[in-house]
DNA sequence: ATTACTGCAAAAGATTTGCACTAGG
DNA sequence: CCTAGTGCAAATCTTTTGCAGTAAT
């Protein structure tokens, strides 16, 4: 199903109101791979929705991570949360300088995952694995000035 | 060297000074395995010391991180910053109820730090590897109590 | 018609900053 | 001595909460 997005699925399914809102962030969030925090999102919407309130962004931020649609990937440099709509066992590289995070697919993440499910004895209901460096843009800059 | 913590080593090795407030938070990040907050070292230390303030504590905890000595964890299930002496690379265990850390070893999580190392392109200088869910104990209360 | 959701304003927390004083080296 | 470090108070920033009005179902 391409025509409507998995996020719009999870509310409707959970019994959530379909709010303009709402689709609106849930289109963002599928469309947009910068991992954005509450702010962005509400920045990136002003201009299309005036009348949207942070208030409302945290709200269904907060219901879409409930529903385990989306992904808390915790606090980035700046000290922020951050959300991932890719919710397959992977893991996030975060730039220390730029505050840019990406994706980052390898098996070895769901080898750790299932260990960790089967071993700790924890009932294991998310992860975040996070990798903090130097992205390859931020190195050449850096290298360039000495 | 059992006489003297390595993280007094790390602060003397890089020419920072040894005051009594950080030697007490040394200290306290050695023999305490509760992964500590800013705000909970300060509680703990604070009734032997009585001047010490937060801000020392936050001034502290950011030297030794910018040392490598101690890892940053992000923020725990309340939202407040989490700190690990125990600087191996290995993933920590959140109770999503009870907010207690505690650190879970595994080879694979060396097997995809060198990995990400080697493939990401990123000069990674720092990780976290979080699972959030429900400890052996906690499971047992909610069990309990239908 | 219900009541979940929204948006505003205010509150709550965690962390940071400015600055005068203190003390480690 | 000298300047890094401390402690206090205030500022900042993110996230949460209370509540009256609005709109999805």
């Known amino acids: 199903m391409f025509t409507e997005s998995i996020l719009i699925e999870n509310l409707r399914n959970a019994g959530l109101r379909l709010t303009p809102?709402?689709?609106a962030i849930c289109h963002l969030l599928i469309?947009?791979?910068?991992?954005?925090s509450a702010q962005q999102i509400f920045e990136h919407l002003r201009p299309q929705?005036?009348?949207?309130?942070?208030?409302?962004v945290y709200n269904t931020l907060e219901a879409?991570?409930?529903?385990g649609a989306i992904h808390n990937l915790?606090?980035?440099?700046s000290?922020?949360?951050?959300?991932?709509?890719?919710?397959?066992?992977?893991?996030?590289?975060?730039?220390?300088?730029?505050?840019r995070i990406i994706d980052y697919h390898s098996p070895h993440v769901q080898t750790l995952?299932?260990?960790?499910?089967?071993?700790?004895?924890?009932?294991?209901?998310?992860?975040?694995?996070?990798?903090?460096g130097l992205c390859d843009e931020c190195q050449q800059k850096s290298s360039s000035q000495p």
């Open 74 to 77: 915790g606090n980035d440099v």
């Open 113 to 132: 995952t299932d260990e960790v499910k089967a071993q700790s004895g924890y009932q294991i209901t998310g992860a975040r694995v996070l990798y903090y």
């Open 31 to 36: 469309n947009n791979t910068e991992h954005p």
């Open 79 to 99: 000290g922020t949360i951050r959300y991932d709509a890719e919710t397959t066992p992977h893991a996030n590289l975060i730039c220390t300088t730029c505050n």
């Open 49 to 56: 929705y005036p009348s949207l309130s942070l208030t409302t």
């Open 21 to 23: 809102q709402r689709l």
């Open 64 to 67: 879409l991570v409930g529903l």
